[in-house]
């Protein structure tokens, strides 16, 4: 579906690319036949596609990492056509200056809105969690042979206050995509860089659209 006459998956990565922090994008799919036309899309904008097992996240950020080699791997779901840079910087900043394996600004109440939420795992990290998650179904189907549980790692989170868990601009539903679509036609023609500031600024003024589609929205 367009975002100002563009796919949302590319207005998605688009703002994504404005971060200071990201050396690269990779869009992480499925083989799934449904998703050729997905990464049709996304290699016309000469952005890095890796395709993996439809039932397996883990194994498709992996592969990923496993083609595209980095020291930490950054996650934004594909609903968030308002993904803010500055806060994907700023998640980052946090992972880095604590050390940490895992960071998030999703922290229950302490939360940024839905279609906002950003991970950050280390490498070697994301490659305990996958393995972590095989041990899990081996036991589950009675392996005796199933690695013992992992150690757990340091996490940290970026605290939002007030909490705005609650909000919602996550593109889960038709109305979240007509939502969505107004604060692009509002916004996006005279700042394609808009940010959250702009957003809350423009929702502020319209009472019709701060519980649009019985979710809230500011």
Request: hydrophobic fraction near 45%; avoid cysteine.
């Amino acid at each position: 579906m367009p975002l100002a006459r563009a796919p949302l998956l590319v207005r998605q990565i688009e703002r994504m690319a404005r971060s200071r922090r990201i050396d690269r994008i990779v869009v992480s799919t499925t083989t799934d036949p449904a998703d050729d036309a997905l990464e049709a899309v996304v290699r016309r904008e000469a952005i890095a596609v890796h395709r993996g097992p439809a039932h397996d996240e883990l194994a498709r950020l992996t592969g990923a990492l496993d083609a595209w080699p980095a020291d930490h791997v950054l996650r934004v779901a594909d609903d968030s056509p308002l993904i803010d840079p500055d806060l994907i910087d700023a998640v980052l900043d946090l992972h880095v200056s604590e050390s940490a394996d895992h960071t998030t600004n999703r922290a229950p109440g302490a939360a940024s809105p839905r279609g906002q939420g950003v991970e950050v795992v280390t490498a070697d990290g994301l490659r305990r969690l996958a393995a972590e998650g095989a041990a899990l179904r081996l036991r589950a189907a009675g392996a005796p042979d199933a690695p013992p549980p992992l150690a757990r790692w340091a996490s940290r989170a970026l605290l939002a206050q007030p909490d705005q868990g609650a909000v919602a601009w996550a593109v889960e539903s038709p109305a979240d995509y007509a939502f969505a679509a107004a604060v692009y036609d509002a916004l996006y023609p005279e700042n394609p860089a808009f940010g959250t500031a702009e957003v809350r600024a423009f929702l502020a003024g319209r009472e019709d659209l701060a519980t649009f589609g019985g979710a809230r929205r500011l």
